[in-house]
């Protein structure tokens, strides 16, 4: 039902920061929740960070706590993902994720969203 867009990934040094956005097109983006998971090559998606539709709410995995920040702004129809200390297991692709109906959260699983984006690659070189 929406239509997401990645962009902002790129090569970057261990400790650096990086700036990921999803662009939606889907005038229903501003009205649910969204969320950010990565894949590193022959691994399983992983659930990396959410945020619930106002973003009163966010939730983040074990391993990027306290590192990455989501946000979103609905009236730019865009979510965010700040990077910050990367260290070189944060290599993977980032997609993005967007919830197409109501749901509480937190948002941990692949199957909560409906709406994907094609993805942008991060690498962390160590």
């Known amino acids: 039902q929406v239509q997401l867009v990645e962009s902002g990934g790129g090569l970057v040094q261990t400790g650096g920061s990086l700036r990921l956005s999803c662009a939606a097109s889907?005038?229903?983006?501003?009205?649910?929740?969204m969320g950010w998971f990565r894949q590193a090559p022959w691994q399983e998606r992983e659930f990396v960070a959410a945020i619930s539709w106002r973003g009163g709410s966010t939730y983040y995995a074990d391993s990027v706590k306290g590192r990455f920040t989501i946000s979103r702004d609905n009236a730019k129809n865009t979510g965010y993902l700040q990077m910050n200390s990367l260290k070189p297991e944060d290599t993977a692709v980032y997609y993005c994720a967007a919830r197409n109906s109501f749901l509480p959260g937190p948002y941990y699983r692949p199957t909560d969203f409906g709406s994907w984006g094609q993805g942008t690659q991060v690498t962390v070189s160590s």
């Open positions: 889907g005038r229903t983006f501003s009205s649910y929740a």
